[in-house]
């Protein structure tokens, strides 16, 4: 399918040119992102990233739904994430509310989000390893990761899309096994740490791969909105749990982690520490949940007051943003989500133009797409 | 000479650095109890799910035939995206011989679900809850669309 732009675009193109497809359909973009690459010989001269294959309007569709619903929507934006999306649309309803939600609520949600963090960056590191051409990681990755989805499994019902946030808590109390399963993975995944890194950090062709590709500045960083890791990798400091701590991330002890060589290694051991201080997070949650509620009291049908909320979360791939418009009824007037996968995608092209064809898939790797959220 | 002294070391040290990762896949390779894969389908029969595992949404009946589900809709007005649909009769209440209305069909659209649980925390008298089973593929779309109470079903008594 070539729309008429393409084919100006085609025939301004210079004789030596090359035209490149990549996607919708490529293993590479971890999804369907098309990417039209122009080459000249092996380098990329030019990337323009064309989206809309699997645009579902779910901002549209959350106008369409009530306070309680619309939550639920979003999993589908950032599956990897699914549980900070969610938390960040309860915590817009709460803020119009003005609700004050449990402190044993705000415990679990920390937890649990630090465990989608780890089972995000788990599955980005198996990726990337299978990216580069290294197998043994996927399955690896894998491994680690299933044990958290199967404490979700136990606790939320499900392992991906978890819907475990409700306007005013969570759904349901966590299952009498959590805190002995946690503990479980825990020291599990302090023993494998070690191994990632011996499969993948100190490989050499790893590092020749990745050391010195992809540069971006911290300038162009703030200039495109990145966020996540993809900004701290170039030494912009950005995190939401510490610039504007929720849910009580200003209660527990941890690092913000921060590179500032700018390039897909630093992008790398950003992901590889932030997986470290999550770990540390955990541990001085699980033994300390407060005993009571999980769950505010809250009216059967939500009403928030006319006005414009906004709340914002640090998701495994950076800061996501929900802007909500309330007309006073029980469905939102407008909602908006600022997704950091978008801005993310946007430095694509300041990352990859001037490297090479082959560097390209390093540098989508290293940028922990994930294409739902781009599109919603 | 100094390149060359450096280009036989970067040598030794890829070697090295693959030796340090085929190793852990040859560890593996001799030590089958720890991989955690799992063998569905064949392990259908072990196979075990967290209780609170969303698999579809069933009506338990009991022995006689009867439901708990009362009409209420509360479902219906909880479930996000439409999957829920409940159409009504009229029945005669044995004891007291007024007519009442009580559910016909509750029609679940499988193939719309998201499996969030909500019509479940609504539901005011636990009539529905989510079942373990969850291979739901089909050959055809019709079979996605069920009706959850059972024919000839009625409600439980002292269920309001
Ligand atoms: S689980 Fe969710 S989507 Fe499915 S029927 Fe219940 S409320 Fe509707
Ligand atoms: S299943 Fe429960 S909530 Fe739904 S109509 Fe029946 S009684 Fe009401």
Same mark, same amino acid.
């Given at each position: 399918?070539?729309?008429?732009?393409?084919?100006?675009?085609?025939?301004?193109?210079?004789?030596?040119?090359?035209?490149?497809?990549?996607?919708?359909?490529?293993?590479?973009? *971890?999804?369907?992102?098309?990417?039209?690459?122009?080459?000249? @010989?092996?380098?990329?001269? *030019?990337?323009?990233?064309?989206?809309?294959?699997?645009?579902?309007?779910?901002?549209?569709?959350?106008?369409?739904?009530?306070?309680?619903?619309?939550?639920?929507?979003?999993?589908?934006?950032?599956?990897?994430?699914?549980?900070?999306?969610?938390?960040?649309?309860?915590?817009? %309803?709460?803020?119009?509310?003005?609700?004050?939600?449990?402190?044993?609520?705000?415990?679990?949600?920390?937890?649990?989000?630090?465990?989608?963090? $780890?089972?995000? *960056?788990?599955? !980005? !590191?198996?990726?990337?390893?299978?990216?580069?051409?290294?197998?043994?990681?996927?399955?690896?990755?894998?491994?680690?990761?299933?044990?958290?989805?199967?404490?979700?499994?136990?606790?939320?019902?499900?392992? =991906?899309?978890?819907?475990?946030?409700?306007?005013?808590?969570?759904?349901?109390?966590?299952?009498?096994?959590?805190?002995?399963?946690?503990?479980?993975? =825990?020291?599990?995944?302090?023993?494998?740490?070690?191994?990632?890194?011996?499969?993948?950090?100190?490989?050499?062709?790893?590092?020749?791969?990745?050391?010195?590709?992809?540069?971006?500045?911290?300038?162009?960083?703030?200039?495109?909105?990145?966020?996540?890791?993809?900004?701290? @990798?170039?030494?912009?400091?950005?995190?939401?749990?510490? !610039?504007?701590?929720?849910?009580?991330?200003?209660?527990?002890?941890?690092?913000?982690?921060?590179?500032?060589?700018?390039?897909?290694?630093?992008?790398?051991? %950003?992901?590889?520490?932030?997986?470290?201080?999550?770990?540390?997070?955990?541990?001085?949650?699980?033994?300390?949940?407060?005993?009571?509620?999980?769950?505010?009291?809250?009216?059967? %049908?939500?009403?928030?007051?006319?006005?414009?909320?906004?709340?914002?979360?640090?998701?495994?791939?950076?800061?996501?943003?929900?802007?909500?418009?309330?007309?006073?009824?029980?469905?939102?007037?407008?909602?908006?989500?600022?997704?950091?996968?978008?801005?993310?995608?946007?430095?694509?092209?300041?990352?990859?133009?001037?490297?090479?064809?082959?560097? $390209?898939?390093?540098?989508?790797?290293? $940028?922990?797409?994930?294409?739902?959220?781009?599109?919603? | 000479? +100094?390149?060359?002294? &450096?280009?036989?070391?970067?040598?030794?040290?890829?070697?090295?650095?693959?030796?340090?990762?085929?190793?852990?896949?040859?560890?593996?390779?001799?030590?089958?109890?720890?991989?955690?894969?799992?063998?569905?389908?064949?392990?259908?029969?072990?196979?075990?799910?967290?209780?609170?595992?969303?698999?579809?949404?069933?009506?338990?009946?009991?022995?006689?035939?009867?439901?708990?589900?009362?009409?209420?809709?509360?479902?219906?007005?909880?479930?996000?995206?439409?999957?829920?649909?409940?159409?009504?009769?009229?029945?005669?209440? &044995?004891?007291?011989?007024?007519?009442?209305?009580?559910?016909? &069909?509750?029609?679940?659209?499988?193939?719309?679900?998201?499996?969030?649980?909500?019509?479940?925390?609504?539901?005011?008298?636990?009539?529905?809850?989510?079942?373990?089973?969850? &291979?739901?593929?089909?050959?055809?779309?019709?079979?996605?669309?069920?009706?959850?109470?059972?024919?000839?079903?009625?409600?439980? +008594?002292?269920?309001?």
């Amino acid at each position: 399918m070539i729309d008429k732009e393409e084919i100006e675009d085609l025939t301004q193109a210079h004789e030596e040119d090359f035209i490149l497809n990549v996607g919708p359909q490529h293993p590479s973009t *971890h999804g369907v992102l098309r990417l039209k690459i122009k080459l000249q @010989g092996e380098t990329v001269t *030019h990337i323009e990233p064309h989206l809309g294959y699997i645009h579902r309007s779910i901002e549209k569709m959350c106008e369409a739904s009530s306070y309680r619903n619309f939550i639920y929507l979003t999993s589908r934006m950032d599956y990897l994430s699914a549980h900070m999306n969610n938390q960040a649309c309860a915590m817009v %309803v709460e803020k119009g509310l003005q609700l004050e939600i449990p402190k044993r609520a705000k415990v679990i949600r920390i937890l649990m989000s630090e465990l989608t963090r $780890l089972a995000s *960056h788990q599955l !980005w !590191w198996a990726c990337t390893g299978l990216d580069l051409g290294a197998t043994t990681p996927f399955f690896v990755g894998f491994r680690d990761r299933e044990v958290i989805l199967d404490i979700f499994d136990e606790t939320c019902g499900s392992r =991906l899309t978890m819907d475990y946030n409700v306007p005013g808590g969570i759904m349901f109390d966590i299952h009498p096994n959590f805190q002995k399963n946690v503990h479980a993975f =825990l020291k599990g995944f302090k023993k494998n740490l070690p191994e990632y890194h011996q499969l993948l950090t100190g490989n050499v062709i790893f590092q020749n791969r990745t050391k010195g590709v992809g540069y971006l500045s911290p300038e162009d960083t703030i200039s495109f909105g990145c966020s996540g890791p993809t900004a701290r @990798g170039s030494g912009v400091s950005c995190d939401i749990r510490k !610039w504007q701590p929720y849910d009580g991330y200003e209660d527990v002890q941890f690092n913000e982690v921060l590179e500032t060589a700018g390039d897909c290694y630093a992008r790398y051991l %950003v992901r590889m520490r932030e997986m470290e201080e999550s770990v540390k997070i955990i541990e001085q949650l699980i033994d300390n949940i407060p005993e009571g509620d999980f769950q505010a009291k809250t009216k059967a %049908v939500l009403k928030l007051p006319k006005g414009e909320f906004y709340s914002r979360v640090e998701t495994a791939r950076g800061e996501l943003g929900v802007y909500l418009v309330s007309d006073g009824t029980s469905k939102p007037y407008r909602m908006k989500f600022r997704s950091p996968n978008f801005s993310n995608l946007s430095a694509l092209r300041e990352i990859a133009v001037g490297g090479k064809i082959g560097d $390209l898939v390093a540098n989508m790797a290293m $940028l922990d797409l994930v294409i739902p959220d781009i599109d919603r | 000479m +100094k390149f060359l002294i &450096e280009y036989i070391g970067t040598i030794f040290k890829s070697l090295g650095s693959l030796w340090n990762g085929m190793r852990l896949t040859l560890y593996y390779f001799f030590h089958p109890k720890e991989i955690h894969t799992q063998q569905y389908p064949d392990n259908r029969d072990t196979l075990t799910l967290g209780e609170r595992f969303r698999g579809e949404v069933v009506m338990p009946h009991d022995e006689n035939n009867e439901h708990k589900c009362t009409g209420c809709t509360s479902c219906e007005l909880a479930c996000p995206n439409g999957t829920i649909k409940i159409l009504y009769k009229n029945v005669v209440d &044995e004891t007291t011989g007024k007519k009442k209305k009580a559910i016909d &069909e509750f029609v679940y659209h499988l193939g719309m679900c998201t499996f969030c649980n909500l019509c479940i925390i609504a539901c005011p008298t636990d009539a529905i809850k989510m079942s373990h089973d969850f &291979e739901h593929s089909t050959f055809d779309r019709k079979s996605l669309t069920k009706i959850l109470n059972k024919p000839g079903s009625k409600l439980m +008594k002292g269920v309001e």
